[in-house]
């Protein structure tokens, strides 16, 4: 991404804070009680919506889940058990 931002930075529970403390500020800014205040609550509704922080890379956060490993990898084989000997593990030929 352009600017050196990274991409997504704001995971699922931080996100639902944003959103929840950002809509309330900006309510008590319209309908009165916060004053000019409430207007502050744009911010964290705007970094809820689009999930990205600009102030986490300066400090070093990251809220998001780590990414899934990608689909191209071939799955590790298991290990191989060795078989068993015909009458048991006295009876080796």
């Given at each position: ?28 800014w ?64």
């Amino acid at each position: 991404m352009a600017g050196g931002m990274a991409g997504r930075n704001v995971g699922g529970l931080d996100q639902t804070v944003r959103l929840a403390v950002g809509t309330a500020l900006v309510m008590m800014w319209i309908f009165g009680p916060l004053g000019w205040w409430g207007a502050l609550g744009f911010l964290p509704l705007v970094t809820g919506l689009t999930r990205v922080c600009p102030v986490y890379p300066l400090f070093g956060l990251n809220t998001c889940p780590a990414p899934p490993p990608a689909a191209d990898a071939a799955p590790e084989a298991p290990a191989e058990a060795p078989l068993p000997t015909p009458g048991g593990p006295d009876k080796a030929p």
